[in-house]
């Protein structure tokens, strides 16, 4: 090799190692294609139909050379009258998704949902939007902003799960395969003043509701979900239908509908095809993991009612915020229903994990129907059970939001009642 190659290798290395010096916390992830970008080095156009890029109008060009370099420290902002009037926006340079208008200010949190086939993702999906939009995730004395900055997203979950569920009582089709590698999430951008004296916290929740099989298959998982792999926290559904003691244990009777029709695996196959792609990146800090034992509402089916785990019979008060205490205990009783339904290699897989890709873990139950749909897939009401639960707890553990430590709730009137229970399926 001669001096010229030599110094020219070197000259790019010390480039390359000053730049990432530079350029450090300056990326950020596109919502759709999840590759990394520079906010400040990408194409800014005027977009005022967001489903039509032909009326597309170009501002600002993607930057080169010198300008590049200033343009990925100093960001434009699009916060400006003339950006604001033009309604602007930044394209991926890769896949020219619409990015965020604030993606190079504000925090990006990506929460991925996932599970098998008929874990009941969607439809708990639909019902946390809809408790996101109704503003009950938050204890009443904080103000707080939410807004959506993806309505056409929105609006095709609005149709497909949440008219479905809450309009004609019916259970929603599950999710379809996906097709294409790029996705279209649905964005929240929150902001919580949580002190008066102080800014309120702000971030951009990135929800995405993909099929089980893109999950638990590993090639389709890396290609179709590879969020799952750069997501802040991960709220895996379990369902309850696919542990062989518990599905033995529940009535067999034609006029329940447990789930959809297509087969799914075993819960500890299931997590440990989920895990596997997560294992082989490197340097990645471990997330909080929230286990979600979903249909919660056929737990009431497994024993006599004079015997019923306690904690089906209250309901969280999310008026204070999350409580912790309340919380523990679930976890820990859904930790023994797991056990005490031959699932000890779950709970030690877990384990295993935890500390390496997962910090902390925690165990949940939900019902975001609260009934049991019958065999025609209709439901009598939709009344949410603990859909909260894992939500919360995960945006504590990332610390954007509080939490009190208190007496685990008023679970009982005071002539003895179950007050504020799950609805008896």
């Known amino acids: 090799m001669s001096l010229r190659q030599i110094l020219r290798e070197a000259v790019g290395f010390l480039w390359e190692l000053l730049t990432r010096l530079l350029y450090r916390g300056r990326t950020a992830t596109c919502p759709s294609c999840c590759q990394r970008l520079y906010p400040g080095a990408c194409t800014i156009v005027s977009l005022p139909e967001l489903q039509s890029f032909s009326t597309v109008v170009p501002l600002q060009e993607a930057p080169h050379g010198l300008r590049r370099a200033y343009s990925i420290l100093f960001p434009a902002s699009l916060m400006g009258e003339e950006f604001t009037r033009r309604q602007a926006v930044r394209l991926c340079p890769s896949c020219q998704y619409p990015l965020p208008y604030n993606i190079e200010r504000t925090r990006q949190v990506t929460i991925a949902i996932i599970g098998d086939v008929s874990s009941g993702k969607s439809v708990y999906i639909a019902v946390l939007l809809r408790l996101l939009e109704q503003g009950a995730f938050l204890p009443s004395r904080l103000p707080f902003k939410l807004t959506c900055l993806t309505p056409e997203a929105r609006e095709r979950y609005e149709r497909d799960y949440s008219k479905p569920l809450f309009v004609d009582r019916m259970v929603p089709r599950g999710t379809p395969r996906a097709i294409d590698t790029t996705h279209q999430p649905v964005i929240y951008e929150i902001g919580i003043r949580l002190e008066p004296d102080l800014p309120p916290v702000r971030f951009n929740l990135v929800i995405y509701d993909t099929s089980g099989e893109d999950y638990v298959i590993q090639t389709r998982q890396v290609q179709y979900a590879p969020y799952v792999l750069t997501a802040d926290a991960i709220i895996f559904m379990l369902d309850p239908v696919t542990i062989p003691k518990m599905r033995a244990s529940l009535p067999n009777d034609p006029h329940f509908r447990y789930g959809h029709s297509l087969s799914a695996g075993h819960p500890l196959d299931s997590f440990a095809k989920i895990v596997q792609p997560l294992s082989q990146v490197r340097g990645r800090s471990p997330r909080p993991l929230a286990i979600a034992l979903s249909k919660a509402d056929l737990l009431k089916k497994l024993r006599p009612v004079s015997m019923q785990y306690p904690f089906l019979w209250r309901s969280p008060d ?70 909260l639960d894992p939500f919360l707890w995960v945006l504590h553990e990332l610390r954007l939001l509080p939490a009190q430590i208190g007496r685990a709730g008023a679970v009982r009137s005071q002539d003895g009642a179950a007050a504020q229970s799950l609805p008896h399926p």
């Open 318 to 387: 999310y008026r204070n915020g999350l409580d912790l205490i309340d919380l523990a205990g679930v976890d820990q009783e859904v930790r023994q229903i797991l056990y005490e339904h031959d699932l000890e290699r779950f709970l030690s897989t877990v384990e295993y994990y935890q500390g390496q890709l997962f910090a902390p873990v925690c165990y949940t139950a939900v019902s975001a129907l609260g009934y049991t749909p019958n065999a025609q897939g209709e439901i009598p009401a939709i009344n949410p059970w603990r859909c």
